[in-house]
């Protein structure tokens, strides 16, 4: 069976670590270069009940999309979770590789397994890198179009299906902002925390805008400034993106659970890994997706 060095190749061939944003730092968190890898597991997070079951599975190497290292730790002694983490990989002999923001910006990565599973067609990359040795375009996020326009409101059930039927099945439903009867057709999507590219998505006109993690202050804000750019096209009067031509307020909102919408990137990366582990190496690993819901919350109450 191949190492666990040429699997991380092939990794960071298909997810390159240069795409990462400059505060993230995936690829290799735990292992032994020299380790065969029989097994790859994937899940959402390094958590230790994900941890438990990929060591009671067999694997030789745990892909994760969220670091188990997030921002700055200076031990990893007993003293914590996150040392107890790294000590039952070594023990296990099961390495350990983050996925991040380098696989939401990669071909066939976050972005775009999302936006396929909503049915955008015409894709292109919300934030754009330039890098001309891809196989297709990348960058953070991706801006599609609908085969037909559609109800925002029959949107975001479809949102809401998808999510839980190719992510995970999580507590937290959706969040939707907007007229859900106004006919909506260009999209964009950014799976994770997204309110810090507002101002990208309403410079792209588009008619809705699918994330996470959207905080009342901000959120409140986009919706607040597109509805007086609305207000004011109505008057002839053109200031930004906020509003197509039909007056009605753009971009809508849609709020989805972080780690599930993050997870449908394992319907592709289940079967581009291996895969490509196999052209390199001329060995197929088995693989296994860990479904389990990963987000904090167990309970949501609605009206």
Same mark, same amino acid.
């Given at each position: 069976?191949? %190492?666990?060095?040429?699997?991380? !190749?092939?990794?960071? &061939?298909?997810?390159?670590?240069?795409?990462?944003?400059?505060?993230?730092?995936?690829? @290799?968190?735990?292992? !032994?270069? $020299?380790?065969?890898?029989?097994?790859?597991?994937?899940?959402?997070?390094? &958590?230790?009940?994900?941890?438990?079951?990929?060591?009671?599975?067999?694997?030789?190497?745990?892909?994760?999309?969220?670091?188990? @290292?997030?921002?700055? *730790?200076?031990?990893? $002694?007993?003293?914590?979770?996150?040392?107890?983490?790294?000590?039952?990989?070594?023990?296990?002999?099961?390495?350990?590789?983050?996925?991040? &923001?380098?696989?939401?910006? $990669? *071909?066939?990565?976050?972005?775009?397994?999302?936006? !396929?599973?909503?049915?955008?067609? +015409? #894709?292109?990359?919300?934030?754009?890198?330039?890098?001309? %040795?891809?196989?297709?375009?990348?960058?953070?996020?991706?801006?599609? *179009?609908?085969?037909?326009?559609?109800?925002?409101?029959?949107?975001?059930?479809?949102?809401?299906?998808?999510?839980?039927?190719?992510?995970?099945?999580?507590?937290?439903?959706?969040?939707?902002?907007?007229? @859900?009867?106004?006919?909506?057709?260009?999209?964009?999507?950014?799976?994770?925390?997204?309110?810090?590219?507002?101002?990208?998505?309403?410079?792209?006109?588009?008619?809705?805008?699918?994330?996470?993690?959207?905080?009342?202050?901000?959120?409140? +804000?986009?919706?607040?400034?597109?509805?007086?750019?609305?207000?004011?096209?109505?008057?002839?009067?053109?200031?930004?993106?906020?509003?197509?031509?039909?007056?009605?307020?753009?971009?809508?909102?849609? %709020?989805?659970?972080?780690?599930?919408?993050?997870?449908?990137?394992? %319907?592709?990366?289940?079967?581009?890994?291996?895969?490509?582990?196999?052209?390199?190496?001329?060995?197929?690993?088995?693989?296994?997706?860990?479904?389990? &819901?990963?987000?904090?919350?167990?309970?949501?109450?609605? #009206?």
């Amino acid at each position: 069976m191949p %190492n666990l060095k040429a699997v991380v !190749d092939v990794l960071e &061939t298909l997810y390159p670590l240069r795409y990462a944003e400059h505060w993230d730092e995936p690829g @290799l968190i735990v292992g !032994d270069l $020299s380790a065969p890898v029989r097994r790859i597991v994937f899940a959402a997070d390094p &958590t230790s009940a994900i941890i438990d079951k990929a060591i009671e599975a067999g694997a030789d190497l745990l892909v994760t999309h969220h670091p188990l @290292l997030f921002r700055a *730790v200076h031990e990893v $002694s007993g003293l914590g979770f996150r040392g107890d983490i790294v000590r039952r990989l070594n023990q296990n002999r099961c390495a350990l590789w983050v996925g991040h &923001t380098n696989a939401d910006a $990669s *071909v066939r990565g976050v972005g775009q397994a999302a936006a !396929d599973l909503f049915g955008l067609v +015409d #894709q292109h990359p919300l934030v754009p890198i330039d890098d001309p %040795n891809a196989p297709g375009p990348v960058g953070l996020g991706r801006i599609g *179009v609908l085969p037909e326009p559609m109800r925002l409101g029959d949107f975001a059930r479809r949102v809401f299906t998808q999510v839980n039927d190719y992510g995970m099945v999580t507590a937290q439903g959706i969040q939707v902002c907007g007229e @859900l009867d106004t006919l909506v057709s260009s999209v964009a999507v950014l799976p994770g925390s997204g309110d810090s590219l507002f101002d990208e998505v309403r410079a792209a006109g588009v008619d809705v805008y699918v994330t996470s993690d959207l905080r009342h202050h901000p959120a409140t +804000d986009a919706i607040e400034q597109a509805r007086y750019e609305a207000r004011m096209r109505a008057q002839g009067i053109a200031l930004g993106q906020g509003s197509a031509g039909d007056g009605q307020v753009r971009p809508f909102l849609i %709020n989805t659970p972080h780690a599930a919408i993050e997870s449908m990137w394992f %319907n592709y990366a289940i079967e581009d890994v291996p895969e490509a582990v196999e052209r390199a190496t001329g060995e197929r690993p088995e693989v296994t997706w860990l479904h389990d &819901t990963t987000d904090p919350w167990v309970m949501s109450i609605t #009206q």
